[in-house]
């Protein structure tokens, strides 16, 4: 394999630099007080008398200056040897650094392989276990675990464009349907004409709600409230209520509430959507003369709110999955009505207010969601 090329200012020279500039520092450092200690301590011989001679080195010397001799001569000696030592020392700790530097950052390297080598398409490679410990191996492992939550985004992307692309289909399918049907049809007659009419001004409608959640979706899922103001849960309870009402009645859906004044602080507008989906999901994944029990509880932490409904039987392996987009009592885009969005709303709309929702199934048949939102100071 081919080595590219080292930048002067990577990291790896950066650390050798700096690696030899300390080692020249302490060496020179050393070297001085060497240098300062040798001239004390040759100072501090024994005067000798005057008139003396003493030979060093050869060279016959005056007792008198015997001491700074000594001392200029130890001196001297002391700066060769150290300034041969210091230029040892500097060259070894260079080459050392750089060697070792090379092998400590090679878990970074191929951190920095794997994330330029990576694409939408291959997300699915990873970085695995490296050789050093500490924080490289963690910077690895950290990285790693992001790449799994990006393959999953991008996967659970894909999952919601193929189902809204689906949901889109259908009634566009039937719009198209029904005008070629009736545009071929030469006697098609007045009731005919408003028989299409019906069937895609009902397909028409379909495709708006869908868009309209999708929106409320995207605005919703992981973004702050635009407002945040004081509220009554159990208020938007009643008002979610009257838009759901008419559709009960007509299924014979008996409705049973324990509201209490309930304080909560948010987007008004979101919190009557949280109710209004629960409750819309309660009638429309009911049975035939079924029933709904809703509540309200204010609390010191957590205000509550629960809508327990009857209904088919849920497997509760796959409650979570409610809470998917396009996901119907478990099952993908089986349901007659809905667009399959209305406890992900929930669910984002919740998480906006930095509250949590949870679902369980009911003995018998039917769904329990429960709602906690932060209580109103």
């Known amino acids: 394999m081919n080595r590219r090329a080292v930048p002067f200012g990577s990291l790896r020279a950066r650390i050798t630099l700096l690696a030899t500039g300390l080692a020249a520092g302490v060496s020179l450092v050393l070297l001085w007080l060497a240098w300062m200690l040798v001239g004390d301590a040759v100072a501090a011989v024994p005067q000798m008398p005057p008139g003396s001679v003493v030979r060093v080195d050869g060279v016959d010397v005056d007792a008198s200056a015997l001491a700074a001799h000594l001392r200029d001569h130890a001196r001297d000696k002391v700066l060769v040897a150290g300034s041969i030592a210091f230029f040892c020392v500097v060259a070894a700790t260079g080459i ?149 009402r008419g559709e009960a009645d007509q299924r014979g859906i008996e409705a049973k509430f324990e509201t209490q004044p309930t304080p909560v602080c948010g987007d008004p507008a979101l919190l009557e959507r949280i109710a209004g989906n629960l409750l819309e999901n309660a009638v429309r994944h009911n049975v035939e003369g079924g029933w709904i029990e809703v509540s309200t509880q204010p609390g010191t932490r957590w205000a509550t709110l629960r809508v327990r409904s009857s209904g088919g039987l849920v497997d509760p392996a796959t409650v979570a999955e409610l809470f998917e987009p396009f996901r119907r009592a478990g099952v993908a885009r089986t349901a007659r009505g809905g667009a399959g969005l209305g406890l992900s709303i929930v669910r984002a709309a919740v998480e906006a207010h930095e509250g949590k929702v949870t679902a369980e199934p009911v003995v018998g048949g039917g769904l329990s969601v429960t709602v906690m939102l932060p209580a109103s100071g």
Not at 116 to 140: C, H, K, Q, T, W
Not at 144 to 166: G, I, P
């Open 96 to 244: 050392l650094a750089w060697t070792f530097t090379s092998r400590v950052l090679r878990p970074l390297r191929d951190i920095t392989g794997t994330a330029r080598r990576l694409s939408v398409e291959s997300l699915g490679e990873r970085i695995g276990d490296v050789e050093a410990r500490g924080e490289l191996a963690e910077l690895a492992h950290t990285f790693d675990a992001m790449l799994d939550r990006l393959q999953a985004a991008f996967e659970a992307q894909r999952h919601f464009v193929a189902n809204a692309s689906h949901e889109l289909r259908t009634p566009l399918s039937v719009i198209r349907t029904e005008l070629d049907v009736t545009l071929s049809d030469p006697d098609a007659d007045p009731a005919e004409l408003r028989r299409m009419g019906g069937v895609v001004r009902e397909a028409t409608e379909r495709a708006n709600q869908l868009v309209g959640s999708l929106l409320l979706l995207a605005r919703t899922d992981g973004a702050g409230l635009a407002v945040k103001e004081p509220t009554d849960l159990a208020m938007l309870v009643g008002s979610a209520w009257r838009a759901a």
